[in-house]
């Protein structure tokens, strides 16, 4: 079992130093360097080509829309973007890497010195700077069989699947990360989080972690109080969820701050992070840019994007997600502790995207944050996952507007949504969930219900209007609760007036 240093003394002798790599792969219809798709779930090893199967003579070609997207995503992170850049390769082996070299970029990145302001969840606002955004290309994947874990280690043999090498990446790296004591793993998962949401606005990415659409290797190091230079860090691989972020850097501040403690030193080493353990095991040794051995791609011609061209696609950023937020928190009238409380459980976009589809910020508030972030919890996964859309829940909210559903009813014809029984109004007809309005059914129920309880009919008559309720239960609970309430109670006061 590692052993690990209790948090708190943690902090009491040692500073953190972040530094987080952020992979993108973007939403181009095909790869970086050749024309097969970029489809996720396809069958194994149809989406190749010689280009990205890396077989002698083929030749690769850039994907101007990922250049395009690249310096989109630089100029929204405040970058400066280069007049003159280039590609490299990086050479290493390994399986899922059919060329024996990523096609990347080194010394020349394409956006460069930016930042990207986030808030935590106190509303303290922290700057992160940007190292830079560069280029490159995805792996294949690695499937190991016939261990218990899926992992390489006790695995028979492995499988390759190489549709996914040569997808097209932007690599987000920042600078080093100081100065946040005790809230390293709250600023590292902000961090990711604003990002997230900022590529997701640009539309250059689905940004689908459980995917690895998004993917961050979170680099952690920690300084001796005393100290004057950084201490050696380790990687944390392809961390695939915002908390998971969270948890990864903070078991290696505890983990490095054990092995400190007791005069050892840390390895500079990749790790991976075990998601049910919430620990980080050793992967291989770090290597150093010397180790890549980098030299200039003579297959592909630099990129020299223009001013013109740069401005032009700066005159495409949309509203930057902080922006709009505080638009919406002025227009739906919301506490700052109010909209930190959406923002925190992933529903500004989807209650934004369920107003523009007709419902009112109030109803779709309610629909989300108090009905399906429950069910977004029972499932353990992000309220954006739920298979429903906000205008499914729109049209749910108009029915209601209508009085065709009552709220109990509404809830049934979401339940359905989620259980993929298609769209709302599909729902309601094949559950028969429709509200019962037609008069003379409801006078036949509310008839009975009051031949049934003569005493509260007495009541009613003498004029204790609330006793109607007893009357009002009984018929909801004889309809299914399909009645319209306020017209079942409109129909008690006359039969009893």
Not at 24 to 53: D, R, W, Y
Not at 73 to 86: T, V
Not at 208 to 227: F, I, T, Y
Request: charged residues 25%.
């Amino acid at each position: 079992m590692t052993t690990v240093l209790d948090y708190d003394e943690v902090i009491e002798r040692f500073d953190p130093v972040l530094g987080l790599e952020v992979h993108v792969e973007l939403n181009t219809h095909t790869k970086m360097f050749c024309g097969c798709p970029t489809a996720f779930g396809g069958e194994p090893n149809t989406q190749v080509c010689p280009t990205c199967l890396g077989l002698p003579g083929s030749l690769p070609a850039v994907n101007a829309m990922a250049v395009e997207s690249a310096i989109r995503i630089g100029l929204a992170l405040n970058c400066d973007i280069a007049p003159w850049c280039r590609f490299a390769r990086k050479n290493y082996f390994y399986p899922d890497m059919p060329k024996n070299f990523q096609t990347s970029q080194y010394d020349e990145p394409i956006a460069f010195n930016g930042s990207l302001a986030i808030t935590l969840d106190d509303g303290t606002m922290v700057d992160v700077a940007i190292e830079r955004a560069h280029m490159e290309e995805d792996t294949g994947k690695s499937l190991h069989v016939g261990g218990a874990t899926g992992r390489i280690h006790g695995a028979s043999h492995s499988l390759l699947d190489y549709n996914r090498a040569g997808v097209p990446l932007i690599e987000i790296v920042t600078k080093p990360i100081t100065g946040t004591g005790a809230r390293a793993p709250e600023v590292a998962r902000a961090y990711v989080t604003a990002l997230r949401d900022l590529l997701r606005a640009l539309g250059v990415s689905d940004v689908r972690m459980d995917q690895g659409s998004l993917r961050c290797d979170a680099n952690v190091s920690l300084m001796a109080k005393d100290a004057t230079e950084f201490g050696t860090r380790t990687e944390t691989k392809n961390v695939n969820s915002l908390r998971s972020v969270e948890r990864a850097v903070r078991f290696e501040m505890t983990r490095q701050a054990a092995v400190l403690s007791d005069g050892g030193s840390i390895m500079q080493e990749t790790r991976h992070f075990e998601e049910a353990s919430g620990t980080t095991r050793a992967g291989r040794r770090k290597e150093t840019s010397e180790d890549y051995r980098y030299f200039p791609e003579p297959d592909l011609v630099p990129i020299a994007p223009s001013a013109e061209w740069v401005e032009k696609l700066r005159a495409t950023l949309p509203e930057m997600p902080w922006e709009r937020r505080r638009r919406i928190q002025e227009d739906w009238q919301l506490t700052d502790l109010e909209l930190r409380d959406l923002v925190n459980a992933g529903a500004v976009d989807l209650i934004a995207a369920t107003v523009d589809a007709g419902a009112s910020p109030a109803e779709a508030r309610a629909w989300w944050v108090a009905y399906l972030a429950q069910e977004a919890n029972a499932k353990g996964i992000e309220l954006a996952e739920l298979p429903i859309t906000p205008a499914q829940v729109a049209r749910v909210s108009a029915l209601v507007a209508e009085g065709k559903l009552n709220n109990k009813l509404a809830r049934s014809v979401i339940d359905g949504v989620l259980a993929g029984e298609g769209e709302p109004d599909e729902v309601v007809a094949g559950r028969g969930l429709a509200v019962v309005s037609d008069d003379s059914a409801l006078y036949a129920a509310v008839d009975e219900a009051l031949a049934a309880q003569p005493d509260v009919v007495e009541k009613i008559r003498a004029g204790k209007v609330a006793a109607a309720g007893a009357i009002v239960g009984a018929v909801m609970k004889a309809t299914r609760g399909q009645a319209d309430a306020k017209r079942v109670r409109e129909l008690i006061l006359e039969r009893c007036s």
